[in-house]
T-cell receptor, first 117, second 113 residues
Framework: DAGVIQSPRHEVTEMGQEVTLRCKPISGHNSLFWYRQTMMRGLELLIYFNNNVPIDDSGMPEDRFSAKMPNASFSTLKIQPSEPRDSAVYFC???????????????FGAGTRLSVL | GDSVTQMEGPVTLSEEAFLTINCTYTATGYPSLFWYVQYPGEGLQLLLKATKADDKGSNKGFEATYRKETTSFHLEKGSVQVSDSAVYFCALLNAGNNRKLIWGLGTSLAVNP
């Protein structure tokens, strides 16, 4: 299996621009998670989906952030407009979902390093 | 609410030294516990896990025992290698958290030759 695939790996943009991060979960996985990682705040859960439906978006920092999952094999995280404080590494993870430990092990992508100048 | 506390890093060791990274948790019920590892420039990957009290998770020479009496899940390795240099995250999963992993802040480990 190819694992969780994120694109782009690196993104450099200017303040005010729109940024779209992409994620392809592992085939057959029903839960998808978006995380942000910074030195100051560590790993933060932004939002997660189950069966393409957003379940908990309480970690989304503000209205500039939005996430979609139009189908089981694709999700986007969009920042509009971007600000320098959004600079971070953004990770996508997926899991089988459902009850039981094995179904809730999360598998991470390699991340997108975002720099907003 | 549930929480995970890890020892602060960075931790710097010489090759073949003994490693302990402390992790304690606060949770209701009977959570499952995990250690994830993040190598430089990569995403997190599962290192080991334990589902109930006294379970020992192990992988790649690392071990951690689920201690309910001390609410701990300390990570240990008898002899570290340079290739073990990474950030280590302790996490818990509780049925009440609806599949959300609760994460520690991570502990950076540097192993010198």
């Amino acid at each position: 299996d190819a694992g969780v695939i994120q694109s782009p790996r690196h993104e450099v943009t200017e303040m005010g621009q729109e940024v779209t991060l992409r994620c392809k979960p592992i085939s057959g996985h029903n839960s998808l998670f978006w995380y942000r990682q910074t030195m100051m705040r560590g790993l933060e859960l932004l939002i997660y989906f189950n069966n393409n439906v957003p379940i908990d978006d309480s970690g989304m920092p503000e209205d500039r952030f939005s996430a979609k999952m139009p189908n089981a094999s694709f999700s986007t995280l969009k920042i509009q407009p971007s600000e320098p404080r959004d600079s971070a590494v953004y990770f996508c993870a997926s899991s089988l979902g459902g009850s039981g430990l094995a179904k809730n092990i999360q598998y991470f992508g390699a991340g997108t390093r975002l720099s907003v100048l | 609410g549930d929480s995970v506390t890890q020892m602060e890093g960075p931790v710097t060791l010489s090759e073949e030294a003994f490693l302990t990274i402390n992790c304690t948790y606060t949770a209701t019920g009977y959570p499952s516990l995990f250690w994830y590892v993040q190598y430089p420039g990569e995403g997190l990957q599962l290192l080991l896990k334990a589902t109930k009290a006294d379970d020992k998770g192990s992988n790649k020479g690392f071990e951690a025992t689920y201690r309910k009496e001390t609410t701990s899940f300390h990570l240990e390795k008898g002899s570290v290698q340079v290739s073990d240099s990474a950030v280590y995250f302790c996490a818990l999963l509780n049925a009440g958290n609806n599949r959300k992993l609760i994460w520690g802040l991570g502990t950076s480990l540097a192993v010198n030759p």
